[in-house]
């Protein structure tokens, strides 16, 4: 593993807690570790709730976190504040999960494509002031001539890939896609993932892809990390986890996905959800929905060990 | 008016109450603005016969000092209008902007402005702008001074909310990762977003701040004695209750013109409103 100092991101014991008036506060991650190189593609996949979103948020910086230390090529990433953003700092970008939110829709797609050139060349970009909305629209496979329209007149791909080129056009170091293909329709999904992958490793950022889609983040990434209840249980290389799975539920998640290989199985769910946030069980926090949970795991809570698995199995 | 140009206004702007009420407000703008034209006499000038009724000479009599009272109406205009709008106006930019940080930058900000603003709306309102222009001193200025005091923590409420709703959106968000200062953030992604609603607010609040005016006036706190003003015409009309024209007409002036501009608040509502947005076209209305 390279020095932490050298990675692109580098997040160390990440707590992100959301306060909630009156209840017990939910620890949406719960001390995760993980990095980032430049021109690399980090997967992070996980169900609904896992925290996925909450420690993409805290990369970014839209959220404060309550512990452990986020660093963005060597430097603190500074939460987001009534200040404006240091121009270093617009070198992450995020593109969110719901095209519909994340455009203004009273601009027009060239303003706000313009917002993000006006952003990478305030970093002192170069080449930044060479772009034009235009241009950008052509990177995401979209009619040049789409600049002029109001986000209200595109289809949600058409959406999604216009806040990728806003995204793009600030000359990401580091981009972060939280759930950036789940709103979209299925046969949309691949292309708009490849095309940022290719985006990203074209200008030499990383990108961190948060899905709940596996088989899609197969496609793109370079690394895959699980996470699951706000800790990460399993990362590897996306060939090795996908190949030989050893956590418990990594392997429930990729059962869960169908095949179409005619033989008409049906994939196999994993039994209950989730466990509440709020008030994780003990031990393991997967122990209550793992098939092979022994004697202990809800006891001893498991680390993620230097092989890249969170999971008593392979401990001892 | 052409017809078809009618046809091409949203419904709600065809809807004969709304006609009526731009009709009548237009009509009071013209009044004001041409006053000195269409006035038969002075509006201050005393001449006899006191106290005469309506008729030839005086189409709406003359008051207690001889004064026409259908100049003085017409004259009325040019104070009650431009004051009410000049509140209004005043009332949505300080309520606006003071609504619109408290929700932008919320915590403390928002806690100190906010709890200003529920002090202000614990009180009835005609009666805080009563102490407020009895405090101050009677004269036009403090009356409008007073009004506004006492109307900004509505649109400042409103304020507060639609930026509340916004700030979370992610296009803000977006914004703020991009470098956007708070400044151009609330300018560029905050403002278009909550200008609409606010004007319908403004609209409906015309026709309170003008209430509220001749109310101030009527008790004396508000146009001193020889300005023409309705609400203190009204006021000298209750002193010689026999000759019930010195009250009527500009009691009558104020009726209509309080009722066009609710009328056009109501208008200009439904028109911006998300449930019939959908018969106007909103596409096409940001396109425009």
Same mark, same amino acid.
């Given at each position: 593993?390279?020095?932490?100092?050298?990675?692109?991101?580098?997040?160390?014991?990440?707590?992100?807690?959301?306060?909630?008036?009156?209840?017990?506060?939910?620890?949406?991650?719960?001390?995760?570790?993980?990095?980032?190189?430049?021109?690399?593609?980090?997967?992070?996949?996980?169900?609904?709730?896992?925290? &996925?979103?909450?420690?993409?948020? #805290?990369?970014?910086?839209?959220?404060?976190? @309550?512990?452990? /230390?986020?660093? !963005?090529?060597?430097?603190?990433?500074?939460?987001?504040?009534?200040?404006?953003?240091?121009?270093?700092?617009?070198?992450?970008?995020?593109?969110? +999960?719901?095209?519909?939110?994340?455009?203004?829709?009273?601009?027009?797609?060239?303003? +706000?494509?313009?917002?993000?050139?006006?952003?990478?060349?305030?970093?002192? /970009?170069?080449?930044?002031? &060479?772009? @034009?909305?235009?241009?950008?629209?052509?990177?995401?496979?979209?009619?040049?001539?789409?600049?002029?329209?109001?986000? +209200?007149?595109?289809?949600?791909?058409?959406?999604?890939?216009?806040?990728? *080129?806003?995204?793009? #056009?600030?000359?990401?170091?580091?981009?972060?896609?939280?759930?950036?293909?789940? =709103?979209?329709? =299925?046969?949309? +999904?691949?292309?708009?993932?490849?095309?940022?992958?290719?985006?990203?490793?074209?200008?030499?950022?990383?990108?961190? !892809?948060?899905?709940?889609?596996?088989?899609?983040?197969?496609?793109?990434?370079?690394?895959?990390?699980?996470?699951?209840?706000?800790?990460?249980?399993?990362?590897?290389?996306?060939? /090795?986890?996908?190949?030989?799975?050893?956590?418990?539920? @990594?392997?429930?998640?990729?059962?869960?996905?169908?095949?179409?290989?005619?033989?008409?199985?049906?994939?196999? /769910?994993?039994?209950?959800?989730?466990?509440?946030?709020?008030?994780?069980?003990?031990?393991?926090?997967?122990?209550?929905?793992?098939?092979?949970?022994?004697?202990?795991?809800?006891?001893?809570?498991?680390?993620?060990? *230097?092989?890249?698995?969170?999971?008593?199995?392979?401990?001892? | 008016?052409?017809?078809?140009?009618?046809?091409?206004?949203?419904?709600?702007?065809?809807?004969?109450?709304?006609?009526?009420?731009?009709?009548?407000?237009?009509?009071?703008?013209?009044?004001?603005?041409? %006053?000195?034209?269409?006035?038969?006499?002075?509006?201050?000038?005393?001449?006899?016969?006191?106290?005469?009724?309506?008729?030839?000479?005086?189409?709406?009599?003359?008051?207690?000092?001889?004064?026409?009272?259908?100049?003085?109406?017409?004259?009325?205009?040019?104070?009650?209008?431009?004051?009410?709008?000049?509140?209004?106006?005043?009332?949505?930019?300080?309520?606006?902007?003071?609504?619109?940080?408290?929700?932008?930058?919320?915590?403390?900000?928002?806690?100190?402005?906010?709890?200003?603003?529920?002090?202000?709306?614990?009180?009835?309102?005609?009666?805080?702008?009563?102490?407020?222009?009895?405090?101050?001193?009677?004269?036009?200025?403090?009356?409008?001074?007073?009004?506004?005091?006492?109307?900004?923590?509505?649109?400042?409420?409103? %304020?507060?909310?639609?930026?509340?709703?916004?700030?979370?959106?992610?296009?803000?968000?977006?914004?703020?990762?991009?470098?956007?200062?708070?400044?151009?953030?609330?300018?560029?992604?905050?403002?278009?977003?909550?200008?609409?609603?606010?004007?319908?607010?403004?609209?409906?609040?015309?026709?309170?701040?003008?209430?509220?005016?001749?109310?101030?006036?009527?008790?004396?706190?508000?146009?001193?004695?020889?300005?023409?003003?309705?609400?203190?015409?009204? %006021?000298?009309?209750?002193?010689?209750?026999?000759?019930?024209?010195?009250?009527?007409?500009?009691?009558?002036?104020?009726?209509?013109?309080?009722?066009?501009?609710?009328?056009?608040?109501?208008?200009?509502?439904?028109?911006?409103?998300?449930?019939?947005?959908?018969?106007?076209?909103?596409?096409?209305?940001?396109? %425009?």
């Amino acid at each position: 593993m390279m020095a932490r100092q050298n990675r692109l991101l580098s997040v160390s014991d990440l707590v992100v807690q959301h306060r909630r008036a009156g209840r017990r506060p939910v620890r949406a991650v719960a001390g995760v570790s993980l990095d980032l190189g430049a021109g690399e593609v980090l997967g992070l996949v996980g169900e609904s709730g896992c925290g &996925k979103s909450s420690l993409a948020r #805290a990369v970014c910086g839209l959220t404060a976190p @309550t512990g452990g /230390e986020i660093l !963005f090529d060597g430097r603190p990433m500074r939460p987001l504040g009534v200040r404006r953003r240091a121009p270093a700092l617009t070198g992450v970008q995020m593109v969110f +999960q719901d095209p519909y939110g994340s455009l203004n829709p009273r601009r027009r797609v060239s303003a +706000q494509i313009a917002d993000g050139i006006r952003a990478g060349a305030e970093r002192g /970009e170069r080449g930044a002031t &060479k772009l @034009t909305p235009g241009a950008l629209l052509v990177r995401v496979g979209l009619p040049e001539d789409l600049a002029d329209r109001y986000p +209200q007149e595109l289809s949600g791909g058409q959406r999604q890939r216009v806040a990728i *080129a806003r995204a793009v #056009a600030a000359r990401p170091r580091l981009l972060v896609g939280d759930e950036p293909i789940s =709103a979209l329709d =299925a046969s949309a +999904q691949a292309q708009v993932a490849r095309m940022m992958r290719a985006l990203a490793v074209e200008s030499g950022a990383g990108l961190l !892809f948060i899905s709940h889609d596996l088989s899609v983040v197969r496609l793109i990434a370079d690394r895959i990390a699980v996470m699951y209840l706000g800790r990460i249980v399993e990362t590897g290389p996306t060939a /090795e986890v996908w190949e030989n799975p050893r956590h418990p539920y @990594t392997r429930a998640l990729l059962a869960a996905i169908p095949h179409p290989d005619g033989a008409g199985r049906l994939p196999v /769910e994993l039994p209950g959800d989730a466990s509440d946030a709020a008030a994780p069980p003990s031990g393991c926090r997967f122990h209550p929905r793992c098939p092979l949970a022994f004697e202990g795991c809800d006891r001893e809570e498991p680390q993620l060990a *230097a092989d890249g698995v969170a999971c008593r199995l392979y401990s001892s | 008016m052409n017809l078809r140009l009618l046809k091409r206004l949203p419904p709600a702007c065809r809807r004969p109450l709304t006609l009526i009420g731009s009709g009548v407000a237009l009509l009071w703008l013209l009044a004001g603005l041409a %006053a000195p034209l269409l006035a038969p006499h002075d509006p201050l000038a005393q001449s006899l016969p006191r106290l005469a009724g309506p008729g030839r000479g005086h189409w709406f009599g003359t008051d207690a000092l001889g004064r026409d009272i259908l100049s003085r109406v017409l004259y009325g205009a040019r104070v009650s209008i431009p004051l009410s709008l000049t509140v209004v106006a005043l009332s949505l930019f300080v309520g606006g902007v003071l609504g619109g940080f408290a929700g932008y930058f919320g915590r403390r900000v928002d806690e100190v402005i906010m709890r200003v603003a529920d002090l202000v709306l614990a009180f009835p309102t005609v009666i805080l702008a009563l102490v407020i222009a009895a405090a101050l001193g009677a004269s036009l200025q403090n009356a409008v001074l007073a009004i506004l005091l006492v109307a900004w923590p509505p649109f400042a409420r409103v %304020a507060r909310g639609l930026v509340l709703g916004l700030r979370s959106q992610e296009y803000i968000l977006s914004g703020r990762l991009l470098g956007f200062s708070a400044w151009r953030s609330l300018r560029v992604d905050v403002l278009p977003g909550v200008l609409g609603p606010l004007l319908v607010l403004t609209a409906l609040d015309i026709g309170n701040a003008t209430l509220l005016l001749s109310g101030l006036s009527f008790l004396g706190l508000g146009a001193k004695p020889p300005i023409a003003e309705w609400g203190s015409m009204v %006021a000298d009309g209750t002193l010689q209750f026999d000759s019930w024209w010195i009250g009527v007409f500009p009691g009558l002036a104020i009726l209509t013109i309080v009722l066009a501009f609710n009328f056009l608040g109501d208008a200009l509502r439904d028109a911006l409103d998300p449930g019939t947005a959908k018969t106007i076209g909103t596409a096409k209305e940001h396109a %425009a």
